[in-house]
């Protein structure tokens, strides 16, 4: 089973910068994908960005040219940078780990969420 941490959330204003970080810990075979998602109020969950095995990556056209993804592959840990933020990127961010678990079974896991605010 994997467990996963989120953290780097918080308040910024509108045109700042924040660095979410994801942790995967836990039994595994290995990790397919690590993606974030976010969900605003009264809105549907949606996804950030992704990064999969071989350095491919993918982002919503929101935040093409100012986010950007990355992994720590030794750490299990994947990032999401943010800059330029806008008042409408405010949301509860989600870390998202697809994996081959022990028994070879795909699974994913999701993190607890960390509430992202870009507001003067």
């Known amino acids: 089973q994997v467990h996963l941490v989120e953290s780097g959330g918080g308040l910024v204003q509108p045109g700042g910068s924040l660095r979410l970080s994801c942790a995967a810990s836990g039994s595994f075979i290995y990790i397919n994908s690590m993606e974030w998602y976010r969900q605003a109020p009264g809105q549907e969950r949606e996804l950030v960005a992704a990064?999969?095995?071989?350095?491919?990556?993918n982002y919503a056209d929101s935040v093409k040219g100012r986010f950007t993804i990355s992994r720590d592959n030794a750490k299990n840990t994947v990032y999401l940078q943010m800059n330029t933020l806008k008042p409408e990127d405010t949301a509860v961010y989600y870390c998202?780990?697809?994996?081959?678990?022990?028994?070879?079974?795909?699974?994913?896991?999701w993190g607890q969420g960390t509430l992202v605010t870009v507001s003067s």
């Open positions: 990064s999969s095995n071989g350095d491919y990556t």
């Open positions: 998202n780990v697809k994996y081959r678990s022990i028994g070879w079974r795909s699974l994913e896991v």
